[in-house]
């Protein structure tokens, strides 16, 4: 009873981030990739159907399965994905032209985030 419980949590859970992870795609403050790495891990320890849908998905699953296997990124993807940073930030930044305060947390976060992208290992 108690693995099914605790299997149930992980496979709503791992829902619950790809639910963020598309989100992110919209957002700019919401990172698309970690959310949909950690769903990954949590359908590895609760279902298999849905770990393999994730790593056989057209969009993300060469990316998620180069992470599983190797725990690196392609080149070309920290490529796109610092410039979807950018360019997503940008235009958050000049819509907010009149709220400084919020430009401010905007460009520390992107900053935050890009320097998260360059760390990460290469293939």
């Not at 963020?20 to 359908?43: C, D, N, S």
């Not at 190797?70 to 950018?86: F, G």
């Amino acid at each position: 009873m108690k693995k099914t419980i605790t299997r149930i949590a992980l496979i709503c859970l791992g829902w619950f981030f790809i639910l963020l992870g598309v989100v992110g795609i919209v957002l700019p403050i919401l990172p698309t990739t970690p959310f949909l790495i950690l769903a990954l891990a949590l359908f590895a320890r609760s279902s298999p159907r849905f770990h393999l849908m994730l790593l056989n998905n057209r969009w993300v699953g060469a990316s998620l399965k180069q992470w599983e296997e190797k725990k690196s990124v392609s080149r070309q993807t920290k490529r796109n994905a610092s410039i979807l940073v950018a360019i997503s930030f940008s235009i958050s930044i000049a819509i907010l032209h009149e709220r400084v305060e919020l430009q401010t947390f905007l460009i520390v976060m992107a900053i935050v985030l890009l320097f998260f992208i360059k760390r990460l290992k290469e293939a």
